[in-house]
């Protein structure tokens, strides 16, 4: 069973995600006993080769400044010929802003049944079945696709990148591009300097901060961690912090590997968004406050106190390691 | 201008998450059912302000679901549609409700068709990229602004660590989230207008689906909080540091 993994790039730079999406590809292929092969569209700077390492054995490249756009209908097409040229049987995106753009129109395109927001490889044994987060992350559901060409999205860090060694060929594929029908006018960045969904440490305050002016010790906290920035739905609402940053049922979901709640009092639909979260840290001046239950290390204290002690000792950590 | 959008029946947010038939169904059993919150406060919630930027705007849902999804058609009704279709059918997964709806929207020749970024029990975020491609329409996901110029829209699209600002022209599909609208209630007046107000009930037509859930599961349970002293912190960044693991 031929695997293609769509690879995505920022700044001519492959994104991480992809390489999650490249190294769960090639342990699929192994697994069904394929090759895995991957496709790059518009400009890259970074060298696709260095794919082999995660398991890829072929990139198409599609270079045309019409890519450069990410328009979905565009996209959707290039990839439908790419997965026809190389008779893959599986498509695998990250969940990504990318992803839930093109794979939604490849699976129509296609007729593919997509299960979108995979966190582990399929289990084949009994016909293709995929696991995904439901019910925002509180439980989860193995989905069994049932058409001949398969595509799976594959949430962010749900998949440890695995590199072994090697070198991807890279070959030029020749497509036909449509032009893009949206026009990029504007990019910018958020104020955070590491993105919030490929974060590996989140550093989250809720209003048990009082108010926006004492967010300056939880950016050094987070700054000091290399960590990206959060907040509770409350905080979003009363503008103390970007919309950007609500974490939750109704804001964005997140699985890192560690999440600090600094005076967050951990509401169901909180914890619905951050409880794929590998460990979870809570400072809460409540010793009641539901988020102790989700929580894998706490901390029952007044965050004005505890978290510019927790700055010195990380910064004692990382000065000793 | 014809707006579209697409209305969700999803559990409440606070709802016991819990399973029956052998782990295959959802236990329904006392849940209260709300519209899908990506759908009301962003998507539908927009359109109204469209519509109040420009009178001659007219505001149709549509929703797949059997008629107990009937009252939650009319909390959108009441909120301000002008008119619901719902499709008479189970939803069962994104592909068919995509398919469902474009037939509906199809016929309607839309100029613009808004759903949520994603519902919050299945966390798909698929039906509106499918209804654009089965619309031939071009698609903007996980937008947090949208606004309109003649026939050009400007829309605000997340991406990671940044947001993108796109221009493009009429007939489009646009998934929604947080940034678009500021979430509002229903008043009295609009609650007595929504029973009246047309709710058109159409047969699917066909039934296609390309995915089936074959069970469901519950996380496992945490192994319980590691308390520190809030006079050792020192001790809990250790704690991160060499257990753990993550810093
Ligand atoms: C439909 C719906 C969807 C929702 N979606 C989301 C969502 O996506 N994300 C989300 O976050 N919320 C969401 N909410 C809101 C959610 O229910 C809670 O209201 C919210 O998470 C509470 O935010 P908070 O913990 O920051 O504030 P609070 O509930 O006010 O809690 C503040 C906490 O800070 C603690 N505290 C106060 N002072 C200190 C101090 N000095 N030091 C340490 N601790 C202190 C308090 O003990 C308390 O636990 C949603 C609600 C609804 C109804």
Same mark, same amino acid.
């Given at each position: 069973?031929?695997?293609?993994?769509?690879?995505?790039?920022?700044?001519?730079?492959?994104?991480?995600?992809?390489?999650?999406?490249?190294?769960? !590809?090639?342990?699929?292929?192994?697994?069904?006993?394929?090759?895995?092969?991957?496709?790059?569209?518009?400009?890259?700077?970074?060298?696709?080769?260095?794919?082999?390492?995660?398991?890829?054995?072929?990139?198409? @490249?599609?270079?045309?400044?019409?890519?450069?756009?990410?328009?979905?209908?565009?996209?959707?097409?290039?990839?439908?010929?790419?997965? @026809?040229?190389?008779?893959?049987?599986?498509?695998?995106?990250?969940?990504?802003?990318?992803?839930?753009?093109?794979?939604?129109?490849?699976?129509?395109?296609?007729?593919?049944?997509?299960?979108?927001?995979?966190?582990?490889?399929?289990?084949?044994?009994?016909?293709?079945?995929?696991?995904?987060?439901?019910?925002?992350?509180?439980?989860?559901?193995?989905?069994?696709?049932?058409?001949?060409?398969?595509?799976?999205?594959?949430?962010?860090?749900?998949?440890?990148?695995?590199?072994?060694?090697?070198?991807?060929?890279?070959?030029?594929?020749?497509?036909?591009?449509?032009?893009?029908?949206?026009?990029?006018?504007?990019?910018?960045?958020?104020?955070?300097?590491?993105?919030?969904?490929?974060?590996?440490?989140?550093?989250?305050? /809720?209003?048990?901060?009082?108010?926006?002016?004492?967010?300056?010790?939880?950016?050094?906290?987070?700054?000091?961690? /290399?960590?990206?920035?959060?907040?509770?739905?409350?905080?979003?609402?009363?503008?103390?912090?970007?919309?950007?940053?609500?974490?939750?049922?109704?804001?964005?979901?997140?699985?890192?590997?560690?999440?600090?709640?600094? !005076?967050?009092? /951990?509401?169901?639909?909180?914890?619905?968004?951050?409880?794929?979260?590998?460990?979870?840290?809570?400072?809460?001046?409540?010793?009641?406050?539901?988020?102790?239950?989700?929580?894998?290390?706490?901390?029952? /204290?007044?965050?004005?106190?505890?978290?510019?002690?927790?700055?010195?000792?990380?910064?004692?950590?990382?000065?000793?390691? | 201008?014809?707006?579209?959008?697409?209305?969700?029946?999803?559990?409440?947010?606070?709802?016991?998450?819990?399973?029956?038939?052998?782990?295959?169904?959802?236990?329904?059993?006392?849940?209260?059912?709300?519209?899908?919150?990506?759908?009301?406060?962003? +998507?539908?919630?927009?359109?109204?302000?469209?519509?109040? +930027?420009? +009178?001659?705007?007219?505001?149709?849902?549509?929703?797949?679901?059997?008629?107990?999804?009937?009252?939650?058609?009319?909390?959108?009704?009441?909120?301000?549609?002008? %008119?619901?279709?719902?499709?008479?059918?189970?939803?069962?997964?994104?592909? $068919?409700?995509?398919? $469902?709806?474009?037939?509906?929207?199809?016929?309607?020749?839309?100029?613009?068709?808004?759903?949520?970024?994603?519902?919050?029990?299945?966390?798909?975020?698929?039906?509106?990229?499918?209804?654009?491609?089965?619309?031939?329409?071009?698609?903007?996901? $996980?937008?947090?602004? &949208?606004?309109?110029?003649?026939?050009?829209?400007?829309?605000?699209?997340?991406?990671?660590?940044?947001?993108?600002?796109? %221009?493009?022209?009429?007939?489009?599909?646009?998934?929604?989230?947080?940034?678009?609208?500021?979430?509002?209630?229903?008043?009295?007046?609009?609650?007595?207008?929504?029973?009246?107000?047309?709710?058109?009930?159409?047969?699917?037509?066909?039934?296609?689906?390309?995915?089936?859930?074959?069970?469901?599961?519950?996380?496992?349970?945490?192994?319980?909080?590691?308390?520190?002293?809030?006079?050792?912190?020192?001790?809990?960044?250790?704690? &991160?540091?060499?257990?753990?693991?993550?810093?």
């Amino acid at each position: 069973m031929n695997v293609l993994v769509f690879i995505d790039h920022v700044d001519g730079h492959i994104k991480k995600a992809s390489l999650e999406a490249a190294s769960y !590809g090639a342990q699929l292929a192994q697994k069904a006993g394929g090759t895995a092969e991957a496709i790059a569209l518009g400009n890259l700077t970074e060298d696709l080769a260095t794919l082999g390492k995660y398991g890829i054995q072929k990139v198409h @490249q599609v270079k045309n400044d019409a890519l450069n756009t990410i328009d979905a209908q565009v996209y959707t097409k290039v990839i439908e010929q790419a997965v @026809q040229q190389t008779g893959a049987k599986v498509v695998v995106f990250s969940n990504n802003s990318t992803g839930k753009l093109v794979a939604p129109r490849l699976s129509v395109r296609l007729k593919a049944g997509l299960v979108a927001g995979a966190v582990a490889l399929p289990d084949t044994t009994n016909g293709f079945v995929v696991r995904k987060n439901v019910f925002s992350g509180k439980a989860f559901a193995n989905v069994s696709i049932n058409t001949d060409i398969k595509i799976i999205s594959l949430n962010v860090n749900a998949f440890t990148i695995s590199a072994t060694g090697g070198t991807a060929e890279v070959v030029p594929f020749n497509a036909t591009v449509d032009a893009p029908k949206v026009k990029v006018i504007d990019t910018t960045k958020a104020s955070g300097k590491v993105s919030l969904t490929e974060a590996d440490i989140v550093v989250s305050a /809720g209003r048990g901060l009082k108010g926006p002016e004492n967010w300056k010790m939880v950016e050094d906290l987070a700054d000091s961690l /290399g960590a990206a920035l959060a907040c509770s739905r409350p905080v979003a609402d009363a503008h103390w912090r970007p919309h950007n940053e609500h974490v939750g049922q109704t804001g964005v979901a997140i699985a890192p590997n560690l999440y600090i709640a600094i !005076g967050i009092s /951990g509401a169901i639909q909180h914890l619905a968004g951050v409880n794929r979260s590998k460990v979870i840290v809570v400072v809460n001046k409540d010793p009641e406050a539901p988020f102790f239950k989700a929580a894998d290390y706490g901390i029952v /204290g007044d965050a004005f106190e505890v978290v510019p002690k927790m700055l010195e000792a990380v910064k004692k950590v990382k000065a000793s390691s | 201008m014809k707006i579209l959008v697409c209305i969700s029946k999803t559990p409440d947010t606070t709802a016991k998450i819990a399973f029956t038939d052998n782990n295959t169904k959802f236990a329904d059993a006392g849940v209260q059912w709300i519209i899908n919150p990506y759908d009301e406060w962003y +998507a539908l919630v927009r359109a109204i302000e469209l519509k109040e +930027a420009d +009178a001659s705007t007219s505001i149709h849902l549509a929703t797949v679901g059997g008629a107990d999804a009937e009252p939650i058609i009319r909390k959108a009704l009441a909120l301000g549609g002008d %008119e619901a279709i719902r499709i008479n059918v189970d939803p069962s997964d994104s592909y $068919q409700v995509a398919a $469902q709806i474009a037939e509906v929207a199809k016929q309607g020749n839309y100029d613009l068709v808004l759903t949520g970024k994603e519902t919050i029990d299945f966390n798909n975020g698929s039906v509106g990229g499918m209804l654009a491609e089965f619309l031939d329409m071009p698609y903007v996901a $996980q937008a947090t602004s &949208l606004q309109l110029a003649g026939t050009t829209a400007t829309v605000k699209r997340e991406i990671e660590g940044g947001e993108e600002t796109v %221009e493009v022209a009429l007939p489009l599909v646009v998934s929604c989230q947080k940034g678009m609208a500021e979430a509002r209630i229903p008043n009295m007046r609009g609650i007595m207008a929504a029973r009246t107000k047309p709710l058109k009930v159409v047969e699917a037509s066909g039934n296609e689906t390309l995915t089936n859930v074959a069970e469901f599961g519950l996380p496992p349970a945490k192994a319980g909080v590691k308390l520190v002293s809030p006079d050792n912190v020192d001790e809990l960044i250790r704690l &991160l540091h060499e257990e753990a693991r993550v810093i």
